[in-house]
């Protein structure tokens, strides 16, 4: 099949171009750079120069491409992670995956693109009893940050999965771990990790779902194929603070995690990482394991 990526030289989007090149599609990976346009053409992919920020070029390249699904793994997230850096980053992000993602969307849908797969979120639900599903709401009442975050990713989905244009596959992914992403030997959390900037705050019982980057990549591989419509993407392990942080510290050669009391947090981190650390929900994959055999990999770092 012709498929177009956009944000095919992210975190995702690498191992995707491999993961789609291997199953033998024709695929079209757009980027603004010479430079890694490049790399993607020495993978096998149509490399093409374009900013989705330009509503005219985004129009005149997918009806010259023509493609039969779009993928948009579209982001803007900082490389070097700290919790400002992604604050600041919030506005930049949502600019790219609404106003960016927007136009590609209405582009497919005016060129007679058949199916559009959107990255979403696996990790901001609603607090409550068990796994969340899909069924389950977002955090909307979660700090105001992550509020914000979530009514952005909702907003996304309904563009996505309410078009009566196109089939939309909305996948929301856990927290990557693996090459390339903050969640590796040689990310940036691994460096908060060394340096002692990640604790375990209170009882550390944030639950987090994570997903190996390949698996990831390969799961939007299947999603060309599923039924439409929204699946968690997260390994098969939901995992409190308190258990896999001080396992990550080992993995990546650093000290023991250290803990600080919910009253010193309050006083001293900001609300966003008070959440992740005590309020995240844990998440299930059986969706996506029932609709298209989803097989994510064990932990390598957690046995
Ligand atoms: N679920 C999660 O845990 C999650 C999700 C996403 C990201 N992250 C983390 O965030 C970090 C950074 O991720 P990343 O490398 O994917 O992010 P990134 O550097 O923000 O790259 C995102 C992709 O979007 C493309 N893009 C952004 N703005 C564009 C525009 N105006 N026009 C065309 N393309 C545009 C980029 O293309 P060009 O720059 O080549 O033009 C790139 O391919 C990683 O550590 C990753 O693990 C985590």
């Known amino acids: 099949m012709r498929i177009l990526v956009a944000g095919a030289t992210g975190a995702i989007g690498q ?59 579209l982001t803007s997230l900082p490389k070097e992670y700290t919790p400002e850096a ?12 609404r106003e960016g993602g927007g136009n590609l969307q209405e582009a ?11 990255q979403s979120c696996g990790f901001w639900y609603a607090p409550g009893v068990g796994l969340a599903d899909e069924n389950t709401p977002f955090a909307f009442d979660a700090t105001p940050s992550i509020a914000a975050r979530s009514r952005i990713y909702a907003e996304i989905e309904r563009r996505v999965l309410q078009s009566d244009k196109i089939e939309g596959v909305a996948l929301r992914f856990g927290f990557f771990y693996g090459p390339g992403t903050w969640f590796h030997i040689d990310g940036d959390e691994a460096k908060r990790v060394k340096e002692k900037k990640f604790p375990i705050i209170g009882e550390g019982d944030g639950v987090w779902n994570f997903i190996h980057i390949k698996d990831a ?8 194929y599923c039924s439409p ?47 992740y650390a005590t309020k995240l929900r844990g998440v299930s994959n059986n969706k996506a394991k029932r609709e298209f055999n989803f097989e994510p990999r064990s932990f390598d770092w957690l046995l």
Do not use: C
């Not at 992919?45 to 023509?66: C, H, M, P, W, Y």
């Not at 990549?217 to 060309?224: D, E, F, T």
């Not at 258990?243 to 803990?259: D, N, T």
């Open 108 to 118: 497919a849908e005016k060129n007679g693109v058949r199916r559009y797969v959107v």
């Open 86 to 97: 992604m604050e600041k980053a919030a506005v930049k992000d949502a600019k790219i995956r």
């Open 229 to 275: 419509g929204a699946y968690n993407i997260v390994n098969n392990r939901p995992v409190q603070l308190r258990e896999w942080l001080p396992a990550f510290a080992r993995y990546v050669g650093a000290p023991p995690p250290p803990y600080v009391s919910l009253e010193e947090a309050e006083k001293t981190l900001s609300p966003d990482t008070i959440y």
């Open 217 to 224: 990549a390969k799961s939007v591989s299947q999603a060309v």
């Open 15 to 73: 191992p995707l171009i491999d993961s789609l090149i291997f199953d033998g599609h024709e695929v079209f990976g757009l980027t603004r750079s010479d430079e890694r346009a490049e790399v993607l053409a020495a993978k096998g992919a149509k490399a093409v120069r374009i900013d989705l920020l330009n509503k005219e070029d985004v129009f005149s390249r997918t009806a010259e491409i023509k493609p039969e699904i779009v993928v948009d793994m």
